[in-house]
């Protein structure tokens, strides 16, 4: 099924969301990779405010090249979603509302998103270039040290995923 969603998504539109459904995603989502989700998880231990309220955002395991003159944004294709499974957890638990990537996810991660009525979207791998034409705003908001590491807030039209682990917690790809 296609279905054409604004974010951030109310509970009730991920949990009608079944694994293989295409979606088209406008409104906003932020990036965060590697480098943001250790910074985020050491804010959590020590008991600090996160950089931005993730509660019912998604974030999209991604870092862009940079931008063409009069582009908003470079190539923003996925990133692998494991190198992130350690820190998962914790941030659905935050209210988190789900995750955009490419790959398997642990079975903490799907154990995760059951418990917490989240969705895991897929995004193109190899196709970052394409889309990057969904994304018509893109701003740093945290970790600018970071580089393109650092969290961004995204403005995205048409931003084409599959879900590969619904609500349920059930993965596409087994």
Known sequence: MTK???????????EELKNGDFVYLTGTIYTARDAAHKRM??????????????KGQFIYYMGPSPAREGRP???????????????TPKLLEL????????????PEVLNA???NKSIYFAAIGGA???L??????????????????AIRKLEVKD?????????TGTMLYK
């Open 132 to 149: 990057s034409k969904a994304i018509i705003k893109s701003e740093v908001v945290a970790y600018d040290d970071l580089g393109t590491e």
């Open 95 to 106: 209210g988190l509302g789900g995750m955009i990537g490419k790959g398997k996810r642990t």
């Open 4 to 14: 054409s969603l604004n974010v951030p998504l109310t509970q009730q539109e991920k």
């Open 113 to 115: 998103i059951k418990e």
């Open 73 to 87: 944004i470079g190539s923003a294709g996925p990133t692998t979603s494991g190198r992130m499974d350690k820190y």
């Open 159 to 167: 931003f084409p995923v599959i879900v590969v682990a619904d609500s």
């Open 41 to 54: 998880f050491e804010c959590i231990e020590r008991g600090e405010e996160l950089p931005i309220d993730i």
């Open 128 to 130: 970052g270039a394409l």
